[in-house]
C-alpha cells in the first residue's frame, strides 16, 4: 500500500521560512517524480514544484510564484522528498501537499500559515 | 498555461440520481505519445485530493464502475450513475499532458438536494 505523510506546517510570519517533509512507502522511491501541490484557502490548487529522479539528475522545476525562494530535494535513502521554502508571503499560506507522478497519491497534507 | 474550466461549479442531486461534470481545455490535451493526461480527483469534506479516472477513462483501483469518464482534445466529462452519499464532495479536473505545470479546474461541489 502506497502511503505518503506531510510535515512541517506551522504559522510563521512573512519573511520567515520553513522547511516541509514528506515520507514515503509502498513504492519504488528512488525511480519515482515526486510533487509537492498546494491548495489555498478558496480550495483551488496549484502545482508547487518537482523533483526528478537521479537517473533524469535530480532535475527540479517550479511554478513560477516560487522561483528563487522554495528548493524542493530528496532523499532516496529515506523514500522522502523536502520542501525548503525561504521569504514566505502570506499568499503561500495553504495546505502543502506531496503526490506522486499523475497524481495518483496524495499526502494529507500540511498547513502553513503566513501571517504577521 | 493550460487552463481547465469545470461546469458547472456546484451540482445538487438526490440519491440514486445520476451527475455529470464538463471539463473543457484551453488546449488539446493529447500528448506526442498518443496518450491524453487528463485525470478527475476527488475531494471529500476534510480530506486529501484522491484520483479517481487517469487518462480520460481509466478507474483507478477500487473505483466503483458508477463513475465514468468520457472525453478527448479539450472537451472532458466525468459522469457519476446512481450517487451515493460517500460521493459527496469537490471534483476536479487535472491536466498532465503539459507536466511539470500539472493545472486544475476550479473544482465541482457535488452537494445533496
Known amino acids: 500500500e502506497v502511503q505518503v505523510l506531510e510535515s512541517g506546517g506551522g504559522l510563521v510570519q512573512p519573511g520567515n521560512s520553513l522547511k516541509l517533509s514528506c515520507a514515503t512507502s509502498?513504492?519504488?522511491?528512488?525511480?519515482?517524480?515526486m510533487y509537492w501541490y498546494r491548495q489555498f484557502p478558496e480550495k483551488r490548487l496549484e502545482w508547487v514544484a518537482r523533483?526528478?529522479?537521479?537517473?533524469?539528475?535530480?532535475?527540479?522545476d517550479y511554478t513560477e510564484s516560487v522561483k528563487g525562494r522554495f528548493t524542493i530535494s530528496r532523499d532516496d535513502s529515506k523514500s522522502s522528498i523536502y520542501l525548503q521554502m525561504n521569504n514566505l508571503k502570506e499568499e503561500d499560506t495553504a495546505i502543502y501537499y506531496c503526490?506522486?507522478?499523475?497524481?495518483?497519491?496524495w499526502g494529507q497534507g500540511t498547513l502553513v500559515t503566513v501571517s504577521s | 498555461d493550460i487552463v481547465m474550466t469545470q461546469t458547472p461549479l456546484s451540482l445538487s442531486v438526490a440519491i440514486g440520481q445520476s451527475a455529470s461534470i464538463s471539463c473543457k481545455s484551453s488546449q488539446s490535451l493529447k500528448y506526442s505519445d498518443g496518450k491524453t493526461y487528463l485525470n478527475w480527483v476527488f475531494q471529500s469534506p476534510g480530506q486529501s485530493p484522491k484520483r479517481l479516472i487517469y487518462q480520460v477513462s481509466k478507474l483507478d483501483s477500487g473505483v466503483p464502475d458508477r463513475f465514468s469518464g468520457t472525453g478527448s482534445e479539450t472537451d472532458f466529462t466525468l459522469k457519476i450513475s446512481r450517487v451515493e452519499a460517500e460521493d459527496l464532495g469537490v471534483y476536479y479536473c487535472c491536466q498532465g499532458s503539459y507536466s511539470p505545470q500539472y493545472t486544475f479546474g476550479a473544482g465541482t461541489k457535488l452537494e445533496l438536494k
Open positions: 509502498g513504492f519504488t522511491f528512488s525511480t519515482a517524480w
Open positions: 503526490a506522486t507522478t499523475g497524481v495518483a497519491y
Open positions: 523533483i526528478k529522479a537521479k537517473s533524469n539528475n535530480y532535475a527540479t
